[in-house]
C-alpha cells in the first residue's frame, strides 16, 4: 500500500523541542569548548620539517568532525528560522551559531596559514602519503587561498568584526522580510500573506489577481527600501573594503575562487546566452499575444499558458517525482522516496513562513533536509523535484572523503537541475491534451527565461552596483535604475514594465556566505542539460556515471569536471551554445502550437 507522506518536517530527530530544545543548548557548548581546544592545538602545532611528519592528519580529523558539529547547529537554526519568521528565539541561536563559525574560519584561517609556511619540498614529500593523496586538490586550494589573503591577526579581525558587522547586516535584512505583509483580497474576503504566499500568486490565471499582488508587492517592499538600501549598501561595502585590504582588483574574485571556476568560462557563458536572446524574446511576445496584452509586464512573466490549470496534491506530486526518477535509475528513486518517508520536507502551504526553498544538509546525521511552500502548481512539483536534488547529491558525497564534499554552488546547481529537468520534462511528455502540453511547455521554457534572463538581469546589476559602490554609498533611487536597465537588457527590452525593486525583494543578493549567488544558477542549469542528454541517450545504464560525476564535484575544477566526465572545455562557446539550443528547441515547438492558422 503506498504510503501518505506528511507534508511538514521532523527536526525532532535532531534537537527535540524546537528554538527551546536543552539537547541543542548543549549542542553549542559542546561546540564552543571545541573551538577554544582546537584552537590552542593549531596555535602550538609545529609546522612539519618533514614528509614523515603525521600530526597533520590528526588535525584534519578533529578539523572535520567541529565542522560537522557546526554545520549540523547551522542547519538546524536555518530550518528553526525557515518555518517560523517570528520565532525570535531561532533569531538569537543565529547570532550564537555565526559567532561560532566566526571563530571556526579564524582558526580555519590560522591554520591555512601555517599549511602555506610550509617549505615547498616537504609540502610535496606530504602529499606523497597515500593518506594525504586523496584530497591533495582541496589541501593545495587551501594553502594557496591563504597565500593570498592578510596575516592571520588581520584575518582573524576580519571574521570577528564579520559577525555583528557583515553578517548582522544579513540577519538584519531577514528581520525587515520576517515583517512584511502584503494585503489580498480575493472575494471579498481581505488577508495578510507572507511575501512567500504573495510570490505565488503571481502565477494566477487571474490578471487581476496577478496586478493586485504586483502594486501591493512593490508598496510593500517601497515602504522597506531605505532599510534594504542600507543593508546592501553596507553588506557591499564591507566586502569591497576586505578586498581592498588583500589587494584584490577584481570584485569577482571570491566568488569565482569559491565556485572553481575561471572568469574566462564566465565571460563565455554569459557571451553565448547574450548571442542567443532573440528566441526568448520572441517567446515573450507570443506570451503576451495570447494573453491579450500588446506586451508582458513583470507580473505575467509567470502567469500560466493554456487552460488546462492542472493542480498536483502534495500525494501525488511526491508520486509523480518517484515515478519517472525511476526511469534514470535507482539509487534516485530509492533515496527520495526514503526522503519523504521520513519526513525530511517541509511543505505546507501557511502563515508564518519564509519565502522561497532551499536544501540543507545535516552532516553529522547524514540527512538533508528541503523547505519550501507547496501549493499544487507544476512549478512547485519542479520545485520540489529540484531540492530533491540537492540532497541526492549530498547522499551520494558520503561515500567519499569528508574532505572532497565541500562542493561549490555552480556545480550543487547541477544536480538540482537535472532532477527539475526530469520531471519537467515528464510533465510534458504525460500532458492529456493540447492545452494540458501548452501549459506544461511554457512552464518550461519559464525555467530557461528566469536562468537565461532572469539571472543575467541580476548578474548586471551586481556588476554594475559592485562597479559604483566601490565610489560610496548607492541610493536607493540610483539602485531602482540600475535594476530597471539590467532588466532592459537582459530581456530584450521585451517587458512593458519592470521590477525595479526587484534588488530588495531578492533574498539572494543579501546572503552572506558567498557575494554574487545568481550565475552558479545558470551555469549549473545549462552544464545539467549536458548531462540530461547523456542520460536520456544512455538510460538507467548511465546512472553510475553520473554519481561519479557528483562524487568528483568538491574536489576539482570545474572545468577539470567538465574534461573528465562530459570530455568537454567549458572555455569554447560551442559547449554552452549545444545547451542553450535544447532550451531554444522548446520554444520553437511553443511557437508552432500557437501559430495562428
Not at 614529500?125 to 591533495?136: K, M, V
Not at 505583509?181 to 507572507?194: Q, V
Not at 527600501?225 to 571570491?254: I, M
Request: charged share 25%.
Amino acid at each position: 500500500m503506498r504510503s501518505h507522506y506528511e507534508e511538514t518536517w521532523d527536526l525532532d530527530v535532531f534537537f527535540a523541542g524546537g528554538s527551546d530544545s536543552p539537547q541543542f543548548a548543549k549542542h553549542l557548548q559542546s561546540i564552543k569548548k571545541q573551538l577554544v581546544q582546537f584552537e590552542e592545538e593549531i596555535e602550538n602545532w609545529k609546522i612539519p620539517t618533514t614528509g614523515q611528519d603525521t600530526s597533520l592528519l590528526g588535525l584534519l580529523e578533529e578539523m572535520q568532525e567541529i565542522s560537522d558539529n557546526t554545520g549540523q547547529a547551522g542547519a538546524f537554526v536555518s530550518c528553526l528560522q525557515a518555518q517560523n519568521s517570528n520565532d525570535s528565539k531561532a533569531n538569537e541561536l543565529r547570532g550564537i551559531v555565526t559567532t561560532l563559525q566566526a571563530k571556526l574560519d579564524s582558526i580555519h584561517t590560522l591554520f591555512d596559514e601555517k599549511l602555506s609556511a610550509i617549505e615547498e619540498n616537504v609540502w610535496l614529500s606530504l602529499l606523497e602519503r597515500p593518506d594525504t593523496q586523496e584530497i591533495e586538490f582541496v589541501l593545495n586550494e587551501k594553502r594557496k587561498q591563504a597565500s593570498e589573503k592578510l596575516p592571520k591577526e588581520q584575518e582573524s579581525l576580519i571574521h570577528a568584526l564579520s559577525v555583528d558587522g557583515y553578517h548582522g547586516w544579513g540577519e538584519l535584512y531577514d528581520t525587515i522580510v520576517s515583517k512584511i505583509k502584503i494585503p489580498f483580497e480575493e472575494k471579498g474576503e481581505k488577508t495578510e500573506l507572507s511575501v512567500g504566499q504573495a510570490a505565488n500568486k503571481f502565477s494566477s490565471p487571474d490578471p487581476q489577481v496577478r496586478q493586485q499582488i504586483f502594486t501591493a508587492w512593490e508598496k510593500a517592499w517601497e515602504q522597506e527600501s531605505d532599510l534594504l538600501a542600507d543593508t546592501l549598501n553596507h553588506l557591499a561595502g564591507f566586502r569591497l573594503s576586505v578586498y581592498n585590504q588583500r589587494k584584490w582588483d577584481d570584485f569577482l574574485k571570491e566568488a569565482l575562487t569559491y565556485n572553481r571556476m575561471s572568469e574566462e568560462t564566465l565571460n563565455v557563458m554569459w557571451e553565448a546566452i547574450s548571442d542567443h536572446k532573440q528566441p526568448f524574446v520572441d517567446f515573450l511576445y507570443r506570451k503576451a499575444e495570447i494573453l491579450g496584452v500588446e506586451q508582458l509586464s513583470w507580473q505575467d512573466l509567470d502567469a500560466p499558458i493554456g487552460k488546462a490549470n492542472k493542480a498536483y496534491s502534495y500525494q501525488e506530486g511526491a508520486d509523480f517525482i518517484l515515478k519517472h526518477f525511476s526511469e534514470f535509475g535507482d539509487d534516485l528513486p530509492s533515496f527520495t522516496e526514503k526522503a519523504f518517508e521520513e519526513r525530511w520536507i517541509e511543505a505546507e502551504d501557511r502563515p508564518g513562513k519564509r519565502p522561497g526553498g532551499f536544501c540543507t544538509s545535516f552532516p553529522n546525521s547524514k540527512q538533508s533536509r528541503i523547505f519550501m511552500t507547496y501549493s499544487g502548481t507544476p512549478g512547485n512539483v519542479s520545485t520540489l523535484a529540484h531540492e530533491l536534488g540537492h540532497a541526492f547529491h549530498s547522499h551520494v558525497l558520503e561515500e567519499v572523503n569528508p574532505f572532497n564534499r565541500d562542493y561549490a554552488m555552480n556545480v550543487a546547481e547541477t544536480a538540482s537541475t537535472f532532477a527539475e529537468m526530469i520531471v519537467a520534462d515528464a510533465s510534458v511528455r504525460e500532458a492529456q491534451n493540447e492545452d494540458e502540453k501548452l501549459a506544461l511547455l511554457e512552464d518550461k521554457i519559464q525555467r530557461s527565461v528566469a536562468l537565461l534572463m532572469n539571472i543575467h538581469a541580476r548578474f548586471l546589476f551586481e556588476t554594475r552596483f559592485y562597479e559604483e559602490r566601490k565610489n560610496g554609498i548607492v541610493s536607493k533611487d540610483r539602485l531602482n535604475e540600475l535594476m530597471t536597465e539590467a532588466q532592459k537588457e537582459a530581456y530584450g527590452d521585451a517587458l512593458k514594465e519592470y521590477h525595479p525593486l526587484f534588488w530588495g525583494s531578492k533574498l539572494h543578493f543579501f546572503i552572506t556566505d558567498v557575494p554574487f549567488y545568481n550565475f552558479p544558477y545558470t551555469f549549473g542549469y545549462l552544464f545539467s542539460l549536458g548531462i540530461y542528454a547523456k542520460a536520456l541517450k544512455e538510460g538507467k545504464s548511465y546512472e553510475k556515471k553520473y554519481i561519479a560525476l557528483l562524487q568528483d564535484t568538491g574536489s576539482m575544477t570545474v572545468e577539470e569536471l567538465a574534461q573528465k566526465h562530459l570530455n568537454v572545455d567549458l572555455t569554447k562557446k560551442d559547449f554552452w551554445e549545444q545547451g542553450i539550443q535544447l532550451c531554444i528547441q522548446d520554444v520553437k515547438e511553443f511557437m508552432h502550437m500557437t501559430r495562428k492558422a
